[in-house]
Nanobody, 114 residues
Framework: QAQVLESGGGTVQPGGSLRLSCTAS????????MAWYRQAPGKERELVAG???????DYADAVKGRFTISSDNAKNTIHLQMNSLKPEDTAVYYC????????WGQGTQVTVSS
């Protein structure tokens, strides 16, 4: 069964860090894109960063210099290292995986609050 599993969300104070992970199950074939999106309350889902064909795409302006996406291709896994977190980073973070079909994870909540 194809699955996209996210982990690493939580609550952190402003200035803190979190590391998100996303793993695509081995039943998802020909993976060529893995990316992180986020959706804050009352806002549209937006792209945070992604890896296409093994190359990192551009980051959203709001996270440049603070977030870093990386991959472990052998494990069909990507990570999102989030540093210097701000309250406006609060959102549900979703992982998108594209292979022969497209899949989304269920999301992981990130809350930045003092």
């Amino acid at each position: 069964q194809a699955q996209v599993l996210e982990s690493g969300g939580g609550t952190v104070q402003p200035g803190g860090s979190l590391r998100l992970s996303c793993t695509a199950s081995s039943s998802i074939l020909a993976v060529n894109l893995m990316a992180w999106y986020r959706q804050a309350p009352g806002k549209e889902r937006e792209l945070v960063a992604g890896i296409i064909g093994g190359r990192v795409t551009d980051y959203a302006d709001a996270v440049k210099g603070r977030f870093t996406i990386s991959s472990d291709n052998a494990k069909n896994t990507i990570h999102l290292q989030m540093n210097s977190l701000k309250p406006e980073d609060t959102a549900v973070y979703y992982c998108r995986v594209r292979g022969w079909r497209e899949y989304w994870g269920q999301g992981t909540q990130v809350t930045v609050s003092s």
